[in-house]
């Protein structure tokens, strides 16, 4: 089965620290896009930042980075210099690339993140 | 910047109506998804569409469930009887040809079923 796991259902931090989200995912395929999601009280689903399972590079988006460990299925998402705009619900998220390109994303459960004043 | 709308914002109906919710996917975009996030839960997969037809279909897009894109820009989802267990919010995702894969989605759309 493919399943995504976030087990960090609700975490706080304070403005301008470093948060990391977990994630671990289960797969046997080997072909794949990792992602994260932000979906801020608007409910609206952003995507904050991908990465290519073939590339051993993490990925960075300015404040947003991963660490991808392929081996061990695991996908975190550190934060670094938290802004309270940064509070919402993330989606650790996969996909399976096949032939047809027509490839659903599976989304884990979330973690609800609040960054305090 | 291109993006997917969706209407209406928030729907409410009555058990055992017909609800049809609307996209639409951004132009030159020819892949098209709705999924579905039951308040406090995870976004779940419903359905994939491509050239007219419905590529995969999760369990839970049971025959109570169907897509159209009726006129080239609309893509559509109906749901013919409602159950109140088909509250959630639904987004519409699309994606572009290419080798990116990047689904981009709509605001969503509320439905409430009383």
């Known amino acids: 089965a493919q399943t995504v796991t976030q087990s960090q259902p609700e975490m706080s931090v304070q403005e301008a620290e470093t948060v990391t989200l977990s994630c671990t995912y289960d797969?046997?395929?080997?072909?794949?896009?990792l992602f994260w999601y932000k979906q801020p009280p608007s409910r609206q689903m952003i995507l904050v930042i991908r990465q290519e399972a073939y590339k051993q590079q993490n990925a960075t988006e300015n404040r947003f980075s991963v660490n991808f460990q392929k081996a061990a299925k695991s996908f975190s998402l550190k934060i670094s210099d938290s802004q309270l705009g940064d509070t919402a619900m993330y989606f650790c998220?996969?996909?399976?690339?096949?032939?047809?390109?027509?490839?659903?994303?599976?989304f884990g459960k979330g973690t609800r993140l609040h960054i305090l004043p | 910047e291109p993006e997917v709308t969706q209407t209406p914002s928030h729907q409410v109906t009555q058990m055992g109506q017909e609800v049809i919710l609307r996209c639409v996917p951004i132009s030159n975009h020819l892949y098209f998804y709705w999924y579905r996030q039951i308040l406090g839960q995870k976004v779940e997969f419903l359905v994939s569409f491509y050239n007219n037809e419905i590529s995969e279909k999760s369990e839970i897009f049971d025959d109570q469930f169907s897509v159209e894109r009726p006129d080239g820009s609309n893509f559509t989802l109906k749901i013919r009887s409602t159950k109140l267990e088909d509250s959630a919010m639904y987004f519409c995702?699309?994606?572009?040809?290419?080798?990116?894969?990047?689904?981009?989605f709509g605001p969503g759309t509320r439905l409430t079923v009383l």
């Open positions: 995702a699309s994606t572009r040809p290419g080798w990116d894969n990047e689904q981009f």
């Open positions: 797969t046997s395929e080997n072909n794949y896009y």
């Open positions: 998220a996969f996909m399976i690339l096949t032939a047809n390109r027509d490839d659903k994303i599976i």
